[in-house]
């Protein structure tokens, strides 16, 4: 499970995500000049690298839309994820244009940008072999025939327990909403970066006066970061429960050995008396408890595996079950027992024979 939280948080996702912030403009407040001039005073800001207009490319919320492209023999109608972006999207989110060129900005939708994953779900082998065909689109003035200018690489639009979905980006300036922000982050503090969004703030506020959308800006890793709460959650219940198990069980074995070791000292006084080492009596009262160890790790390990493979069947991106977390387990495990027992194992084997036949 830590290795799967790792994994999620460390994954190249298709885009950039460090110092970038994003924050909602009014809902009800559909003036797009507003918002040119708020995207115009940020681009004055020395602090602020790039800024764009558009939802974020990943989030757990989705809008689709049904698009349908006919290939000269079939028509395929598709319920398609949608994106409303501007021009500045794909360079600050660092996405990769495969083939075509960048959208252009536009107050209704006139042409598309798509990912891989919906040029090959439409049949074409190379991503430009797409560029310049056209989509039905069902928008407010009816259904329109708009052309495919550009295709981009595949991104993750959702978590990873989502496989990749067919994308298309468009640009209408009535419906981008989220404005992101990409920070210059070189050498810059907590302070900076408060200040920074001070000075953001005072520009939201100075163009909606009078907003019913406070201003709320979000660190972009910090949204990708939520969508894996659940799982870091239970990675950290499993980690607790894990020690308080691992303590309980040094504390049985502790006490069993304590009780066999009582048992049998006179038979460890009488193997001294014979010549036998401290070394051959430690390994003769360890051995039958690392027996017990290696059998419950026997047992457990496939019931293990078994759990694991179903949890992970929840991520459509997952790492490997590998054997090394198992033998990292099985060694671990036998450590601790050892360390466990062979303070009572050490502690009879010094005791002097003479002593250890008097034992009744």
């Known amino acids: 499970m830590a290795a799967q939280s790792q994994y999620m ?3 190249d996702l298709g885009f950039k995500k460090d110092a970038i912030i994003h924050f909602y403009t009014d809902w009800h407040d559909y003036d797009i000049d507003k918002k040119e001039v708020l995207l115009s005073k940020l681009r004055q800001f020395p602090e602020i690298e ?11 919320g989705y809008t ?3 698009l349908s492209y006919f290939d000269g023999k079939k028509e395929i109608k598709l319920d398609v994820h949608k994106r409303s972006v501007d021009d500045n999207y794909i360079s600050l989110f660092g996405l990769k244009l495969v083939a075509g060129r960048n959208i252009t900005n536009s107050d209704t939708a006139k042409e598309f940008i798509i990912n891989e994953t919906y040029a090959k779900t439409l049949g074409f082998k190379k991503p430009e072999d797409a560029v310049g065909k056209l989509l039905t689109y069902s928008g407010e003035k009816g259904e329109l025939l708009l052309p495919i200018v550009g295709v981009i690489a595949d991104f993750h639009l959702q978590s990873l327990h989502t496989s990749i979905q067919p994308l298309y980006l468009l640009s209408e300036k009535k419906y981008e909403r989220a404005v992101n922000v990409k920070i210059r982050s070189s050498g810059k503090s907590a302070t900076e970066f408060k200040a920074v969004l001070a ?3 005072k520009t939201y506020k100075e163009v909606y006066p009078t907003s019913s959308q406070d201003f709320s800006p979000s660190f972009f890793d910090d949204t990708l970061a939520k969508f894996y709460e659940k799982e870091a959650r239970q990675a950290q219940i499993l980690n607790t429960s894990t020690g308080i198990a691992i303590l ?3 504390m049985g074995l502790f006490g069993l050995s304590a009780f066999v070791t009582q048992q049998r000292t006179k038979e460890i006084g009488i193997r001294k008396v014979l010549g036998s080492t401290i070394y051959q009596i430690v390994g003769l009262l360890s051995k039958d408890f690392l027996r017990l160890v290696v059998l419950s790790f026997v047992i457990a390990s496939p019931i293990a595996y078994w759990l ?4 992970l069947e929840d991520f459509a991106y ?3 079950i590998s054997i090394w977390i198992f033998v990292v387990a099985g060694v671990a495990s036998i ?4 360390l466990t027992v062979s303070y009572q194992s050490i502690r009879a084997a010094l005791l002097n024979p003479a002593k250890s036949l008097k034992v009744e």
């Open 308 to 311: 694991m493979k179903k949890w």
């Open 199 to 201: 000075k953001i703030e």
């Open 318 to 320: 997952r790492v490997d």
């Open 9 to 11: 948080l460390n994954k």
């Open 50 to 60: 790039r800024v764009s207009i558009g939802s974020t490319p990943a989030r757990n």
């Open 335 to 338: 450590v601790i027992a050892i």
């Open 248 to 250: 309980i069980s040094c």
């Open 64 to 66: 689709t839309n049904r």
